[in-house]
């Protein structure tokens, strides 16, 4: 399913893998290397220890003091386990930096980038990409790359080891082991199914508790809060039944797995032991085998194939990193709509306001949509009227540089809109889109885009929400929380308005200003807009509302 | 601490007997595991010895070679038992969880409920019920596995080998394992919590760059809006260096642990061995129990890794939880009026069958006058029946008083299922409710009740959304109905279809709507107009 994704999202022509390759784990080869050795060389210290042990046990069976060697024997022991703590250890920590580093480059790179050119993608879609999602990341680079490096070296190590004291031990190994990348590659589907099979069954459990407590006022209006839980808890309950259904047979195949290695470890326990009887004389070189040699065999068994089953483990977080790299190539590939200039404080634009438009058509993803053709000078106000999706909202940002031209020509001040006179046109311009947004800050500061420090007061007065701002418990020192909650539609307009021209801006933008409002809240926006033309600022609105319009010096109509 | 051991216990006694199946294949799990490589290191030491002394004819080897088999074999079955079983326990937790909560959110009052509409607070919610759902899997039932399994151990071993042996390995382990989770668990509480928080924040952040953006690009800040989210980035990168340190820094101690506990077992084998107490053979054995112990110790170290992002979220979460202190419900009195108000510049009794319209401008408190009629906001001057509405139990209140909010929220699912949220009814029923609003021939061009709306209502417009909420009012029929805007958003033809189809459906309701636009419509007996 990952790949079928990543292979949607690539261009066609190039192979996913090397892409893949390229994007995320080229900058941090040499840390992935560097760990991944480290780890191979902490588990090529097992077999000193296994060694250890065989020889102080060997020692007491030839009738040696049972102190004689057993200091040996545990100081070497505990040495080896320190140094491969401390191997890990290392390991671990370059490892994490290079997810670190991978999350940290990814992070930054669409910070500065999905709100200077946007996609159609949401803003909720693009935060879970860079704060949780990214995050995956780092199971895949710690975990997956270590577990293929040490299962592709320290197998054969042991191998190589076990034939060397047994020939048939080493068979029995030999013939197990392909056997476990065969039930790996079984497995590794299964079990990846089935993680993903409980995370989309918590997902689907949380979406259903975000459902129901986004409507959980009217829930309790109804009187339904009760009937409510217990329907909850009747389909989480068959949503259990059906995910352990599937559980049931996904863990079944990762069982075989467990259920291989633990028969080798167990032939091999039964072999060494009939083979010291002297039961079976054959198997060893040269005959039966030691005592020491039979407890080495035992004890390096199971590390055989451990190396294996940690692969098959962290498989999933393979898939899950090429999910997550699929969205980031999807992403890339997405339509923009890149804003002009470098989005910065600059000297703003010298001269009397004046815009101009000819033959304009603005770049959005995907189309071209014809601007009007529209003369406008300073201290005049225009209403941009015509149906929905007749281009209103875009020439309003199309006026602001928030989005290019795809042919035409798009004068202010007497200037060309471009790149380079975006930011100093911007100095001068305010927009008032049609929805509000507040974020988690106080009132005031969110009214002080630009962080003068000033007082609002003036702005307040002019846009008629002096009383607004009055009614908050704290003023402006009050938090709107992202919806505004505490506010009607008409005062959020009206902070907004008051937001627009606390800029200073000489032009004024305005998207829908009165929509949704009754005619006596949309009667002192009105108002406030005439004041704020009075006052000699130029002002283009975009509107639906005849009232709105007629108060304006002229109205064009789009989408003729 | 408290929070999260109270969710702990509400997680276990969603299902005890589930919980206990799983913790005891956990057990069972390891002890196999443990047995498994002390009876291998016993039966190959043992033949060794009996090769050696030329007894090897003699030599029962078929009961102990079964037994490596059967222990193998046990130990896979086994493990699948316990997968399936935790998971279960899990699952049944997270539901119970999960349920509880949206039983608590039911009980708060009109400003919580609202706030669970931001996008923001509901994450916040989910992100947290998330965090809790590692405490059974990664907390309980592996602590409770190991707590178990060494006591279970050290029986046996006293049994098998010896007191200085079982004693060596019990005595090394719970200390040890103790010093290393407590450190592990002091040191990763700060940063785990921050990465979760910073994390939040990240996110909260980003939308809110995103929405914004184009003032933030006109006021030229974007830059500095940019940078700040780095700076959160960076500091929720350095909580999660600081976690991932700690948590190292446990596991590189663990296995030196272990190797240090097998060793002094091993030390103290070779101690009775001396003093002649046992043989080679069973002086092995607690080295190999040792070892395979490991397995009960290293997963422990997650678990307590999270803890910090655990307590957080239970800090948050756990006051949802708690049951209601028992209002005392007063009996409603039948001779008093069905609504009296004086409240907000108010004065008037009302009776069944009357509508009442109030205007009034924006933010002027009409819609806190329904809330506050519904019992969500407290407030004086308003009787039901003669009670106010805070006295009133809460399932009576329902029966007698419905609201349908300004904006009110539909569900996934089928039209059906929303439109039957308060209670069963017949399709006949549901037919002349959705009749009553006018959006019969919307829902049959949809494909009648059975067809399925996506999240939050999803597929119907604006105005379909706003009748369906209406007709979900109607079923309820209740003694008195209130409505906020039941006409926003419908052109003037369906208002007035509405607005009658709602009197006839109800002729007994008292029906109190507050409206902006259309008070002067037919069905209304009476229009104030709220001043501030």
């Known amino acids: ?560 | 601490m408290s929070a999260l051991i109270r969710i702990a216990r509400l997680l276990v006694s969603a299902d005890p007997w589930a919980m206990a199946r799983g913790a005891a294949l956990s057990v069972a799990v390891l002890l196999m595991g443990a047995a498994l490589l002390g009876l291998s290191g016993w039966f190959i030491t043992a033949t060794g010895l009996a090769g050696l002394v030329g007894i090897g004819i003699a030599f029962d080897v078929f009961r102990p070679s079964a037994g490596v088999r059967f222990l193998a074999l046990g130990r896979a079955a086994s493990r699948y038992g316990e997968r399936l079983l935790t998971h279960d326990a899990t699952l049944r937790a997270l539901a119970a969880l999960r349920v509880t909560l949206l039983r608590g959110f039911a009980r708060s009052d009109a400003k919580t409920l609202a706030r669970l509409r931001s996008e923001g607070v509901l994450t916040r919610i989910i992100s947290d019920v998330d965090a809790l759902d590692g405490v059974i899997l990664r907390l309980i039932l592996p602590l409770a596995a190991a707590a178990l399994t060494h006591a279970l151990v050290f029986f046996a071993l006293v049994w098998l080998v010896g007191g200085p042996v079982a004693g060596v390995i019990l005595a090394g382990y719970l200390p040890g394992l103790a010093l290393i989770l407590l450190r592990l668990g002091r040191r990763s509480i700060a940063p785990s919590s921050v990465a979760e928080e910073t994390a939040q924040a990240l996110r909260r952040g980003t939308i809110a760059m995103i929405r914004d953006r184009e003032a933030l690009i006109l006021a030229a800040t974007l830059p500095e809006r940019e940078a700040a989210l780095r700076d959160l980035d960076a500091r929720a990168r350095r909580a999660a260096r600081h976690l991932d340190q700690a948590e190292r820094g446990a596991a590189a101690h663990m296995s030196i642990l272990v190797a240090v506990v097998a060793m002094a077992a091993f030390l103290a084998g070779a101690l009775l061995l001396e003093a002649q107490q046992v043989g080679p053979a069973t002086a092995v054995i607690g080295l190999f129990v040792a070892l395979a112990l490991a397995e009960a110790v290293l997963p422990l170290r997650r678990g307590v890794a999270e803890l910090g992002r655990m307590v957080g979220a239970a800090a948050r979460v756990a006051p949802r939880t708690e049951l209601p202190t028992g209002a005392p419900p007063r009996d409603e009195i039948a001779a008093a009026p069905l609504l009296r108000l004086e409240t907000q510049g108010l004065d008037l009794e009302l009776a069944a069958g009357a509508a009442l319209a109030i205007t009034g401008a924006s933010g002027i408190g009409k819609t806190t006058l329904m809330l506050r009629i519904s019992g969500l906001i407290e407030g004086e001057g308003i009787r039901i029946k003669g009670t106010a509405p805070r006295d009133w139990r809460e399932p009576a209140l329902r029966a007698v008083v419905t609201a349908v909010p300004q904006r009110s929220a539909l569900m996934a699912g089928t039209i059906r299922e929303n439109l039957c949220l308060a209670g069963d009814h017949s399709d006949a029923e549901l037919d002349a409710a959705i009749h009553a609003v006018a959006l019969a021939e919307d829902i049959a061009a949809r494909g009648g009740l059975s067809s399925r709306l996506g999240e939050g209502g999803a597929g119907l417009s604006g105005g379909q959304a706003r009748r369906l909420c209406l007709a979900r009012g109607l079923l309820c029929a209740p003694e008195i109905l209130l409505l906020d805007e039941p006409t926003e958003g419908l052109d003037a033809r369906t208002a007035e279809a509405v607005l009658t189809g709602i009197r006839a459906a109800l002729p007994e309701a008292l029906i109190i709507a507050v409206m902006h636009r259309g008070a002067a419509h037919g069905i209304f007996d009476r229009v104030v107009r709220l001043a501030g």
């Not at chain 1, 471009?418 to 009214?447: C, I, K, N």
Request: proline residues 4%; charged residues 20%; aromatic residues 4%.
């Open chain 1, 1 to 560: 399913m990952a790949k079928d994704e990543s292979g949607a999202a690539q261009r066609p022509g190039s192979r996913p893998g090397s892409q893949i390759g390229a994007r995320i784990l080229a900058p941090v080869a040499r840390e992935l290397r560097i760990a991944g050795w480290l780890s191979v060389l902490s588990g090529a210290l097992w077999p000193v220890q296994a060694a250890a042990i065989a020889w102080a046990v060997s020692g007491w069976a030839e009738g040696g003091a049972p102190f004689e060697r057993a200091w040996i024997t545990a100081g070497l022991f505990v040495l080896c386990a320190a140094l491969r703590a401390g191997l890990e250890h290392r390991a671990g920590a370059l490892l994490f930096d290079a997810a670190d580093q991978t999350i940290a480059r990814n992070r930054a790179r669409l910070l500065t980038r999905e709100a200077r050119a946007p996609t159609d993608a949401g803003s909720a879609r693009i935060a879970s990409l860079t704060v949780q999602k990214l995050q995956l990341l780092q199971p895949w680079i710690t975990r997956y790359h270590v577990a293929m490096m040490r299962a592709s070296v320290l197998p054969l190590l042991l191998l190589l080891l076990a034939t060397s004291q047994s020939w048939l031990v080493g068979l029995t190994l030999l013939i197990a082991g392909p056997l476990i990348p065969v039930f790996m590659a079984l497995v590794g589907m299964a079990a990846e199914d089935a993680s993903r099979r409980q995370m989309s069954e918590i997902g689907t459990m949380n979406d259903m508790l975000m459902d129901r407590l986004s409507a959980m006022l009217d829930i309790r209006l109804l009187g339904a809060a009760d009937r409510t839980a217990l329907d909850f808890s009747a389909r989480a309950e068959a949503l259990r039944a059906s995910t352990m259904g599937v559980l049931k047979v996904a863990f079944l195949s990762s069982t075989v797995l467990e259920l291989f290695s633990a028969l080798g470890v167990a032939m091999v326990a039964v072999f060494v032991g009939f083979t010291l009887l002297g039961e079976i004389g054959f198997g060893g070189w040269g005959g039966g085998l030691t005592l020491g040699q039979g407890l080495f065999l035992l004890l390096i068994a199971p590390e055989f194939f451990q190396p294996l089953r940690d692969l098959a483990a962290a498989w999933h977080d393979r898939a899950a990193g090429f999910a997550v790299v699929a969205e980031l190539d999807a992403l890339d590939a997405a339509d923009r709509r890149p804003v002009l200039g470098q989005v910065r404080r600059a000297v703003p634009l010298a001269g009397a306001i004046s815009v101009q438009t000819r033959a304009a058509r603005a770049a959005l993803p995907g189309r071209v949509v014809p601007l009007p053709d529209l003369t406008l000078r300073a201290g005049q106000s225009l209403a941009l009227t015509g149906p929905s999706g007749a281009g209103k909202s875009t020439a309003l940002s199309a006026l602001a540089g928030l989005v290019p031209l795809a042919s035409g020509a798009l004068s202010v001040c007497g200037t060309a809109l471009d790149d380079t006179t975006a930011d100093a046109w911007r100095e001068r311009v305010a927009l008032m889109p049609q929805r509000p947004h507040f974020s988690d800050e106080t009132l005031g500061d969110w009214l002080d885009t630009r962080g003068t420090g000033a007082d609002p007061a003036a702005a307040l007065a002019l846009a008629d929400a002096r009383d607004v701002v009055r009614r908050l418990p704290g003023g402006l020192e009050a938090r709107l929380g992202e919806t505004g909650g505490g506010v009607s539609g008409g005062e959020a307009r009206r902070l907004l308005l008051a937001r627009a021209i606390f800029t200073g801006a000489d032009l004024i933008l305005a998207d829908e200003p009165t929509a949704d409002l009754d005619a006596e809240t949309a009667g002192r926006i009105i108002a406030a807009l005439r004041n704020l033309q009075a006052e000699g600022r130029t002002i283009i609105v975009a509107t639906h509302d005849p009232a709105l319009a007629a108060a304006m010096d002229a109205q064009l109509e789009l989408g003729q």
